[in-house]
């Protein structure tokens, strides 16, 4: 694929599809990967966002997230296995 490690970063909402099988499917590219469970008030700035970051993600990947989900509302880091719950407790 065309997609290069240093310039893109891959932002995942799809629900219940884990990281590791994202950067299996990239894999050898290491390319990063943050999962993502905003919800639907996001459309009114009012979203409650959960993400978590992959193996290969450093810290401006998790800074990237956090900037484009704080703008549409809150959003914080959490572990992956926690994201499922955040999608069933925000209405995802």
């Known amino acids: 694929s065309g997609l290069d490690k240093d310039k893109h970063t891959i932002i995942s909402i799809a629900a219940g599809k884990k990281i590791q099988s994202m950067e299996a ?10 999962r993502v469970m ?14 978590a970051v992959g193996s290969n993600c450093k ?16 959003a ?3 572990p992956e ?3 499922d719950a955040v999608t069933g407790l925000s209405g995802s």
């Open 25 to 34: 499917a990239l894999h050898p590219k290491p390319i990063p990967v943050v």
């Open 59 to 74: 810290d401006t990947h998790a800074k990237l997230a956090d900037k484009i989900f704080n703008s549409v509302g809150v």
């Open 81 to 83: 296995k926690l994201l």
């Open 76 to 78: 914080k880091p959490v």
């Open 38 to 51: 905003p919800n639907t008030p996001c459309l009114v700035n009012e979203s409650a966002s959960g993400y």
